[in-house]
């Protein structure tokens, strides 16, 4: 396998797992749920190198693509994503090598939230920080969620955003279309 899904929510089995999971069996990915690892957050003493990060990162790093899963949280990433993201400062001050191994990947970002439309600060956290480790940003595919996630209600923005993914083509406008699906 060569794509990897990293989920971070609150919920194991809530709407951004079960987008993960839809996406997974899509693409052929294997899903890294976040909450299985113990991830401190940043700490600018690098007292916490007996977590779970570095073991994580030497995983994730066998992957050549990377899509990023998250609920949006008051418009942000959840926490349990944010401090993972925050700990990709590790790679920029005690680990370089394995942050400039970073370049040679691509990401992407799925989500999951209640508005019909997302707001852009959500994705520009990501693509912000892809952008700062020089990682090729393919796109972001958003899903509304009204209550609980449902498969066939989202299966034909999955089929287009996989389709676009296996080609390698720019997906960056997979999600205004998908949400246009929705309405
Ligand atoms: C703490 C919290 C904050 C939320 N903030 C937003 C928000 O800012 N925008 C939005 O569209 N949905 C928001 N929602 C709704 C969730 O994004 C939505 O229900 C999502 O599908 C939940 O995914 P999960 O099951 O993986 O947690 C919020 C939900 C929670 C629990």
């Not at 929510?9 to 113990?38: C, F, K, P, Q």
């Not at 030497?58 to 899963?69: G, M, N, P, S, V």
Request: hydrophobic content about 35%.
């Amino acid at each position: 396998m060569s794509n990897v899904i990293i989920l971070g929510s609150s919920r194991d089995n809530g709407n951004t797992a079960g987008l993960a999971n839809h996406l997974a069996t899509t693409i052929n990915a294997e899903i890294v749920n976040l909450n299985n690892y113990r991830i401190l957050p940043y700490d600018y003493a690098h007292k916490n190198q007996e977590d779970d990060f570095s073991g994580l990162i030497d995983h994730l790093i066998t992957y050549k693509r990377l899509i990023f899963a998250s609920p949006i949280y008051w418009y942000s990433p959840s926490a349990t994503m944010k401090l993972f993201i925050d700990r990709l400062c590790d790679l920029t001050e005690i680990d370089k090598t394995r942050g400039r191994n970073l370049r040679l990947k691509s990401a992407a970002v799925i989500s999951t939230g209640a508005a019909v439309e997302v707001d852009s600060c959500f994705e520009q956290i990501f693509r912000k920080t892809f952008d700062y480790f020089s990682i090729k940003y393919d796109g972001m595919l958003y899903c509304q969620c009204e209550d609980d996630y449902v498969k066939t209600h989202h299966n034909k923005a999955v089929d287009l955003f996989a389709t676009q993914f296996r080609s390698g083509n720019d997906m960056r406008d997979v999600e205004s279309r998908m949400m246009l699906e929705n309405n």
